[in-house]
């Protein structure tokens, strides 16, 4: 399939809602979450299902995690505008549930255009739920803020921002992560320039 238009993603995604596709979320939501932020971001944040708040306005990482999430992204001198936010579930699950299986394979072809059409330079993988879709049997407390080469694409992955509202211990934890986001950076550019990874 050729390479699609962000804006022609979203409007698949926000046409799907009740389309009767027979997967509860799509069939159950308030509103369809696509994703938010620029066509051409260097970063790409993927979250594993909005919740409830961002089930209500239609956009990702707005309740308590997101506000956490905004902060982190700032502590790397960027904006939520300078980056692309998505979840692997693009509706939310019934009384916020673990997606099934089944769910996340409905919307992984939405996930991979996505991906496809911004071209990041860096996926960051909130959580352990996101990164096991990308890097199964990985472990988040091992494997976190370790960055990881997979067919020419680099992933980061980190704690999910909700866990460090239960844990407050694993919000330093985030930041350090973090941190190393804009060196890290530069390094995939010098690679890319070397090809070394997909530019
Ligand atoms: N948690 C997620 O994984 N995604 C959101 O959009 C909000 C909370």
């Keep these: 399939m050729p390479r699609r238009t962000l804006d022609e993603i979203t409007a698949e995604i926000l046409a799907h809602k009740g ?34 708040n961002e089930d209500l306005q239609g956009r990702p990482f707005v309740g308590q995690a997101g506000k956490l999430l ?32 089944g769910e996340a394979e409905h919307n992984w072809p939405w996930l991979e255009q996505q991906i496809e059409a911004i071209d ?13 879709r990308f890097l199964p049997k990985r472990r988040i407390s091992v494997d976190h803020g370790q960055p990881r080469l997979l067919r020419g694409q680099v992933y980061l992955p980190v704690y999910h921002p909700a ?32 090809g070394m990874v997909r530019a």
């Excluded at 990041?120 to 096991?132: E, T």
């Design 120 to 132: 990041p330079k860096l996926i960051v993988l909130l959580g352990r739920h996101a990164m096991n």
């Design 70 to 101: 905004d902060r982190l992204i700032e502590s790397i001198g960027m904006t939520r505008e300078d980056v692309f936010i998505a979840n692997v579930l693009k509706a939310r699950p019934p009384g916020n549930r673990d997606p099934l299986p």
């Design 163 to 194: 866990a460090a509202l239960y844990t407050k211990s694993l919000e330093q934890t985030l930041f350090e992560d973090f941190a190393q986001i804009p060196e890290l950076l530069e390094r995939i550019e010098a690679a890319q320039r070397e």
């Design 19 to 52: 389309a009767g596709c027979g997967f509860e979320p799509c069939e159950t939501c308030s509103n369809m979450v696509p994703g938010e932020g620029s066509p051409n971001a260097e970063i790409m944040f993927i979250g594993e299902a909005p919740g409830k």
